[in-house]
């Protein structure tokens, strides 16, 4: 009652609104008249003249009006072109078939173009026409000439309309894309070029995430705004779809194999360590026993480099004496006298591992057991060395030189890779302890938080870590492929200025239109009066009944000689059914929306005397099905419903496949009470009681409206719960897609820039008072500077040669400090780059500062996913998940948009923009070197190899001013996402990438 007194309102309000339309219709006909006199060229001009007026108005609200206010010429002039069109018999071929233009606009068409002008949803029934209602604001809202995009639900579709509408668009002057999946990169960019552009929206969304998450310079991004879409099918695409985003994946950063491979081996590495360190730690008591104190600190200290957690030395460190031997033992070690005594203690284990900095140092003999073979494996080689070297070497060409740098600087990205996932897995075994920092559930490595004691499932630990514990305890190592871009449909069509939307099926989901999108939805009234008759549903007490009776009923029909189309929830129903009816020997057809086309050309037979087509709700969708002679005086089509849908609007949709235009046409649908909706939402308990009643037989059924509603309330239930669903999921996404436009806009901020420079200063003067801040804390005298940590840290970083005298810290507040070390860092970087081309400058630039917001983004969105698999677990604790989704989501971006800043100041004098600069910076640097240095000679001589032996395993900051030489020069490439080889290279020689850096990758 309240629901039929609602509607009665509600279609009281959208008659008045449509009614309220009927002025602009009439003045559209008027100018329809009108422009009869015109000649075709006369015609075409009201195009190039609108063209030209609108494309100058730049002020969005201005736009509007002025489009407001042409609107009823506008649309006369197509109404008028698809005349001339009919009158012509205008022929032309469509998907390769031929065929003749038939339409000219009828005014309920008007209407539906008016409401998706102005931005709303316009339901349609089936068959009334609306891919030719799109024409007419397709057109207006392209005479502006920022583009205007019909978005459907699969690309024969696409196809079709484009080759079809296009007829009018080319007549009008317009041009006319389209969208295909197989099209390369150089083709879409024309199709989006055109004025209006037809696609299906995987399609638009792929192209916007490549653009703005992948592509690298402005000439590579094809998509050119988003200024106005029309969403065909709209409900099946913003609902239905609404739970799939779209994802571009990769291979994995962080190759898995290295961990399977080198497991075993630092297994074994672990165990000898650990047998060593408890050796020593025996060797260790009896010396305390004896009262040798400095004997037994001498060798605790070697255990607590070698195994931080041992057992005994936990229990030493707790009696005062024995602790303070250890101390006494560390400290003085640390002193720089005895620098080369460290390190020959150091030399005696098999790894050395920093607990307080986490890191891990393999030493000559775990070097030499990890690799027998070749213990330099290990070790970064010299590449300075090397490049003088090939270049000092007569006998090679310039080719062959550059072969080989180009083979020594990839060696050295695969050493680079394996010493990192060693160094990975030592932390895994020596730091982090099962149970204790972490448990294995369910075959998977859940992070225990270090302060509550609460496991944070769906967290991940960063840089290859958690694959490190992961390989650590056997589990299956995650992360195989990666998600580079992600993006729900939804969210991609929210960055349309104005968006629209058609179907037959709206009024149903016109709240969470409403609510989610801000679309309103108009009912347009079809052009003739319905003639359709939908029966009462058939219910029956098992699914075999059901069926059976489906059969029979088709038998009948098809006796008849009448068209039927039977449509399914699945695949599997489809393919019983054809089973049944194969049994009967009944010709039928099969569709799942698998073959669009083949499948669309069989559904617009369906409507042939004696068809029998079986389909899912999505196939052949949009195709228009038109009967065979004779067959309205059989009744029309005969569509059969084998289950009601868990939506009211898909059952509607399957009903609206017959009676269009006026045509005669009969729905009914079969339910059964072990269909799901029935067992699952409470319909069926009311039901078995009324059938009890009645006394219902086998294969009996039962008949009556009343039982309609019933179901239509189950369905209403779920249509609720799946709606709650749906919001719930957009929320979380709205998390991520404020992030994703935050990144996306800085990204072509990158692009875009003429001057790349002043990004790099700009991260440069963040992140730098950031790192000092890190160290040396704001300067409050409760705080103790680290200096020796940021004087490491900077020597690391930057080729700056600062020793201690020379920094002078201690004299200056971090604040200082900070000005202090931007002037130094700005003036080396100067420096590296005088030595570049000032356009291969530019293109580095940009390129290392997308590289780092790339890579760090992809491992964001990675961790991203993780937490929001891992948040709903915590629902359990009373916590709503959307809120502690947000909040870590914020502190993980925070982290995230400092991380890429640091990357690129990692990267900063690590990267060149050719290999000839490279080696050319290279060159200068050990005299630059020099130069900055207090002590002369204390610099890398050529022909020294580093000590060092990789960023990640770098030993911990303990440097005291000597530090200053260990610039670690990472590979160039190793940084870089793929690039294709036939791409320009990245360095912007202008030459592919095969003939340049890429010439041996
Ligand atoms: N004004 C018109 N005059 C004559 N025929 C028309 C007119 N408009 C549309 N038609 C015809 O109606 C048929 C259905 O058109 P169309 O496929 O665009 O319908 P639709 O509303 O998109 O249906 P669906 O919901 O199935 O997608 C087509 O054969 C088309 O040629
Ligand atoms: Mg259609």
């Known amino acids: 009652m309240v629901s039929w007194i609602l509607k009665k309102i509600l279609g009281s309000k959208n008659q008045r609104e449509i009614k309220r339309l009927q002025p602009v219709v009439r003045a559209i006909n008027a100018f329809d008249e009108q422009l009869k006199a015109l000649s075709d060229d006369d015609l075409r001009a009201k195009t190039a003249a609108w063209n030209a007026e609108l494309t100058k108005i730049e002020d969005p609200d201005a736009l509007a009006r002025r489009l407001e206010e042409i609107l009823p010429e506008a649309f006369a002039v197509v109404k008028n072109a698809a005349r001339r069109l009919t009158e012509r018999n205008q022929a032309f071929t469509v998907c390769d078939q031929p065929m003749?233009?038939?339409?000219?606009?009828?005014?309920?068409?008007?209407?539906?173009?008016?409401?998706?002008?102005?931005?709303?949803?316009?339901?349609?029934?089936?068959?009334?026409?609306?891919?030719?209602?799109?024409?007419?604001?397709?057109?207006?809202?392209?005479?502006?000439?920022?583009?205007?995009?019909?978005?459907?639900?699969?690309?024969?579709?696409?196809?079709?309309?484009?080759?079809?509408?296009?007829?009018?668009?080319t007549f009008l002057g317009l041009t006319t894309g389209v969208i295909q999946h197989d099209q390369p990169p150089d083709l879409r960019r024309e199709q989006y070029a055109c004025d209006i552009t037809y696609g299906t929206n995987s399609e638009f969304g792929f192209d916007y995430l490549r653009d703005n998450g992948m592509a690298t310079t402005r000439e590579q991004q094809v998509q050119r705004g988003y200024h106005f879409a029309i969403v065909d099918e709209v409900d099946s695409i913003l609902i239905d779809e609404a739970r799939t985003p779209l994802i571009i994946s990769g291979p994995a950063t962080v190759s898995t194999h290295q961990y399977d491979r080198l497991k075993p081996l630092v297994d074994q590495l672990v165990k000898k360590q650990n047998m060593l360190c408890n050796r020593l730690a025996s060797e260790a008591k009896e010396a305390f026993d004896k009262n040798d104190l400095d004997e037994g600190g001498r060798l605790m200290f070697k255990v607590k480099l070698g195994q931080p957690r041992n057992k005994q030395l936990l229990r030493m460190m707790e009696d005062p004496d024995k602790r303070k031997a250890i101390d006494k033992a560390e400290l003085s070690f640390y002193q720089d006298t005895r620098k080369e005594e460290l390190f020959a203690l150091k030399e005696e284990l098999f790894f050395t591992m920093d607990e307080k900095s986490h890191e891990a140092d393999l030493s000559e003999q775990g070097r030499a057991f990890l690799n027998p073979d070749d213990p330099d494996s290990f070790v970064l080689p010299d590449l300075i060395n090397?490049?003088?070297?090939?270049?000092?070497?007569?006998?090679?060409?310039?080719?062959?030189?550059?072969?080989?740098?180009?083979?020594?600087?990839?060696?050295?990205?695969?050493?680079?890779?394996?010493?990192h996932n060693i160094s990975q897995l030592l932390r895994a075994y020596c730091l982090f302890e099962k149970d204790v920092a972490y448990v294995v559930e369910e075959n998977k490595v859940v992070i225990v938080d270090e302060y509550t004691g609460r496991k944070m499932p769906g967290r991940r630990w960063s840089d290859g870590l958690h694959q490190a514990v992961e390989a650590k305890e056997g589990v299956q190592i995650d992360r195989e492929t990666q998600t580079l871009a992600t993006i729900t449909i939804q969210n991609y069509f929210r960055l349309y200025h104005k968006l629209a939307g058609m179907t037959g099926t709206a009024e149903t989901e016109a709240n969470e239109f409403h609510d989610i999108y801000k679309l309103d939805v108009a009912v347009i009234p079809t052009n003739r009066p319905v003639a359709r008759a939908d029966a009462n549903d058939r219910i029956y007490k098992t699914r075999r009944e059901k069926y059976n009776a489906v059969i029979s009923e088709i038998k009948e029909r098809h006796a008849a000689a009448q068209p039927v189309l039977v449509g399914t929830v699945s695949v599997e129903a489809s393919e019983l059914l054809s089973r049944m009816l194969k049994r009967e020997k009944i010709p039928h057809n099969v569709l799942n929306a698998k073959y669009h086309m083949q499948e669309a050309e069989i559904v617009s037979r369906a409507g042939q005397a004696g068809t029998v087509t079986i389909s899912t709700n999505m196939a052949g969708r949009g195709t228009d099905i038109k009967l065979g002679p004779g067959v309205p005086d059989k009744g029309g089509l005969y569509v059969i419903g084998t289950e009601r849908h868990e939506s009211r609007r898909i059952d509607r949709q399957l009903r609206?496949?017959?009676?269009?235009?006026?045509?005669?046409?009969?729905?009914?649908?079969y339910v059964s009470f072990e269909d799901d909706l029935m067992r699952n939402f409470g319909a069926a308990d009311r039901m078995t009681k009324i059938m009890e009643r009645f006394g219902l037989e086998e294969g009996q059924e039962l008949e009556h409206r009343w039982l309609n509603r019933s179901v239509e309330t189950a369905q209403k239930r779920v249509e609720q719960r799946n709606y709650l669903a749906r919001k719930r999921t957009l929320d979380f996404d709205d998390v991520m897609n404020n992030q994703r436009e935050v990144v996306y806009t800085y990204r072509n901020e990158v692009i875009d820039s003429e001057d790349p420079h002043k990004l790099v200063y700009e991260v440069i003067d963040e992140a730098v008072p950031a790192k000092v801040r890190e160290y040396l804390g704001t300067g409050a005298p409760t705080e103790e500077p680290n200096h020796p940590g940021l004087l490491h840290w900077v020597n690391t970083t930057f080729p700056l040669g600062l020793t201690k005298e020379r920094a002078q810290f201690e004299t200056r507040t971090p604040d200082e400090n900070g000005q202090f070390l931007i002037e130094k860092i700005k003036e080396a970087y100067q420096r590296k780059s005088s030595h570049e081309e000032p356009t291969a400058v530019k293109s580095l630039e940009r390129y290392i500062i997308l590289n780092a917001i790339d890579r760090l983004w992809q491992e964001h969105l990675y961790a991203m996913d993780a937490l929001r698999e891992g948040v709903y677990l915590r629902g359990y604790a009373q916590k709503d998940p959307l809120i502690e989704y947000k909040t870590e989501a914020y502190e993980m971006f925070v982290d995230l948009m400092a991380n890429i800043k640091n990357e690129v100041l990692n990267n900063l004098f690590r990267s060149t923009s050719n290999l000839q600069a490279f080696e050319k910076f290279l060159s200068t640097l050990p005299q630059f070197l020099m130069r900055e240095q207090a002590p002369p000679g204390a610099g890398p001589t050529p022909g020294r190899r580093p000590e060092r032996i990789g960023p990640a395993v770098s030993d911990n900051g303990d440097s005291n001013g000597e530090a200053e030489v260990k610039l670690e020069l990472s590979p160039i490439r190793r940084e870089m996402p793929k690039v294709g080889r036939n791409e320009p290279c990245p360095c912007g020689s202008g030459k592919k990438y095969k003939n340049c850096c890429g010439r041996l990758a």
């Open 656 to 669: 609206g496949r017959c009676a269009r235009q006026g045509d005669p046409g009969a729905t009914r649908f």
């Open 100 to 169: 003749t233009w038939n339409m000219v606009h009828f005014d309920v068409q008007l209407i539906g173009g008016i409401v998706l002008h102005r931005g709303r949803i316009a339901e349609m029934a089936t068959g009334e026409g609306k891919t030719l209602v799109a024409t007419l604001p397709l057109y207006l809202n392209a005479l502006a000439g920022r583009g205007a995009h019909l978005v459907t639900v699969n690309d024969y579709l696409a196809r079709r309309d484009a080759e079809w509408m296009g007829q009018l668009y």
């Open 386 to 419: 090397e490049f003088t070297e090939i270049d000092l070497n007569r006998t090679l060409s310039d080719e062959e030189k550059d072969r080989m740098k180009a083979e020594r600087q990839e060696h050295c990205d695969k050493q680079a890779e394996q010493i």
